[in-house]
């Protein structure tokens, strides 16, 4: 009898000791700042790069915004109070999500001139433009002087592309190559593109290339923590089988390209064909993950770092291989000179 | 004249099915299925750190043969919800199923005690998403395992009545599992493979035990089941713990039947 008693007693003690759990934090104002601090401190990546360039040290922050203070705060002045603590990293990738609020710091792109003025955008584009998938197109027609002084006619494509977020399609993409087929070259404008899809994002790149091409690395943190990283792995893409644009091609940036449209930038800068035009993009050279505090509030973090071919980590902004802003005076009278500008460029 | 045809026919019918379970060997089967709902608790670290709790729907078939030759097949779906949360809540949805097969070995100690020790080798595939997430919406779970079974058996009567109590237990001892890098992407692994991601299966990277006490309750052509089902899924792999504790009430039938086949 006492032998299977100490069977049963052990049997019971290896199920006991094998629960796999981890802590979670009470669902109290403390808690929620605790647990907060502890999801950046364990899965956001770019710690030793913020405290790198921006100074900020994530230990001294908890001495700042994890203390007793937060015990007297209501739930408004508590999101806030976690938002703020976020915002400390300056990362458009970093938010705290309530039914009442989103929690951001956006001055990667609000710190900065917009270098985009959409009224004079739609006037190049007018209201004949085609639509393809996500992307609206049309031929603009130019003027230039040629090697012997003599001025020219020809066109260059120009498309804008607003977002990644909406599917784009081999297809699309192959019927506005065939449209500019008489075309010297393209403007792809994606001022303001905010990001989306990294899938959209491939998928136009991918119409650039005349070949299987490096566009730069990427990582995702191992461990805990702050310098746990895998080796940097190759971002590889791989031409379409239909159309691959090889003509010359200008691609207009500003800071409001970020995330998705950041690591578009970075793919078209390892192509010898393009060109970008116009202010560093935004950055967001980190792909968001998500998770949650015990009082139900989301957080959305950096996770994953990428790298141009460099290896170089991308999240404060790629420069542009030509720097050109927006000429406010040229604008009011309906000229966009950072679209003049790329059509001059395209030889 | 015709009836003594079919005499004859009759005859040789017997003849040739006394004949076969000779030379084939009377097959004796147990097949059992059964359906139910319970409670279950769930914690994904990939996903969330907070604990989620909800219900769950599984169902289970399982045949033993004679020569002892056992199959079985579980799947399961849940719904949960965070146990914590006040302010909103998110629902994680979950599912997968389990195939195992192997060889047990019975003994019968006393008159109406059955015990039972064997092996299985089989896989478990599953998934849990969590509706509020962005580049990290689910977790998988897959694992190819070798497991310990045993079980024990009662016939016993109440009143007149025969009834069947059953005990059986499965835990996998040994493996391989499938886990994501602590803050890899599902996009990572697709663009590169699930290098880091297969490892060892033991019980440090987790306790994973099926439960069952069940009572058969003998009807006209098969046996009413009601099991309780005790189901501990776990794992703790490259910094990424999840776990699903599930406490299922099951109701099914169990057929006993021979099999007389031609060798």
New interface residues.
Partial sequence: MKKVLTILLCGML??LT?????E????TRTGNVE?LWK?IDE?Y?FLPYKKQTLGVDWNEVRGRYVNYEVERMD?YELFDHCAAMLAELKDGHVNLY??ADIGRNWSWRDDYPKNLDVEVREKYLGTDYKIAGSLKYRILERERPDDNGDVVKDSVGYVVCESFSSGIGDASINEIFYHFIDCKGVILDIRGNGGGD?DNCECLTSHFLAQRTLVGY?S?????GWN?F?PK?E?WITPPDYVCWLRPVVVLTNRGCYSAANSFVRNMKALPHVITLGDKTGGGGG??????L?????V?FS??PEYDIFGRVTEHGIEPDIYCSLDEEKAKEGEDSMIETAKMLIK | MVRCISSIKASLLVLVLFLLSIHAGAQERENTFQFGIGSVHQQDTYLSPLNYKGWQLSVFWMTERQSGFVCQVEGHFSRTMPVSTTLAKPVAYGGGFSFDAGWEHHWRPVEGLRVTLGALGGLYAGVLYNERNSNNPANARFNIRFSATVGVRYDFHVGKTPLRLDYKADMPVIGVLFSPQYGQSYYDISQNGVGGCILPMWFGTGFNLRQQLAIDIPLKNFSLRVAYVNDIRQQSANDIKWHDWGHSAMIGFVRRFTLIKNR
């Fill in positions: 290896l199920v094998s629960c796999v759990s981890e979670v934090f009470e669902n647990a999801i899965h990546c739930r309530s039914a990294l990427s995702f943190k191992t461990g805990k746990d895998s792995r971002e792909m968001p993950f998500s998770s949650e015990p009082c139900g509030w989301s959305r996770a994953c």
